[in-house]
C-alpha cells in the first residue's frame, strides 16, 4: 500500500462487506480517472439522493504521522468549499476530523484540480448558516444529526487556489 492509498479507518470493518467493496472501488475510480470520480451515486451503498460531489482529502494521521486520504461529499457556496463530519450519526467523530484537527494543513482533490488547503471548523453564525446550506441539498444530515449528542462539524477548506466551477455543483 503507498503512503498516499485509502486507509479504512478504525470502526469501518463493521460495515458491510458490499458497502466497502463500493467505497474501495470509489477510491480505485479516484485513483484512475479522477473526473468521474468527482460525481459519484451513493445509492449503491443504500444513500439515496442521486449523484453529489465529491472531494479526495489529503491529510496527515495525527497518530502515525502517515498521509491518508478519504474520499468525502463536500458542499459549495460561491468559492467556499465545506465538508460535514457526520459520520452516518455515529457518537464518534470521524478519524479524519480529528487528524485535521491536529494537523489543518491538507490538501484537497476535486476532480483533477488539487490544491494545498487549511481547514478549521465553523462556528456560531457562520456555522448556521452553512448547516442550513447542508441540510437543504442533503436532508440526512437532520437525521444524522438527532442520532448523535455531538454537534457534528462542519470544516471549511480554505484552498489555496480557487477550485475552478464545475457542472452540477452549486
Known sequence: MSAD???IEPGADALPEAVRREIAAH???Y???PEAAHLWDPIVIGVAGGPVPCLLLHHVGRKSGQQLNAILQYYRHEDE???VGSKGGLPQHPVWYLNLLATPN???QIGAFRTPAVARTLGGAERARWWQRVC???PAQLAYQARTTREIPLIMLELRTAAPRRAGVA
Request: charged fraction near 30%.
Open 27 to 29: 477510491h480505485a475510480l
Open 81 to 83: 468549499i465545506v465538508i
Open 106 to 108: 491538507c490538501e484537497v
Open 136 to 138: 437543504a441539498e442533503q
Open 31 to 33: 485513483a484512475s480517472d
Open 5 to 7: 492509498e485509502h486507509r
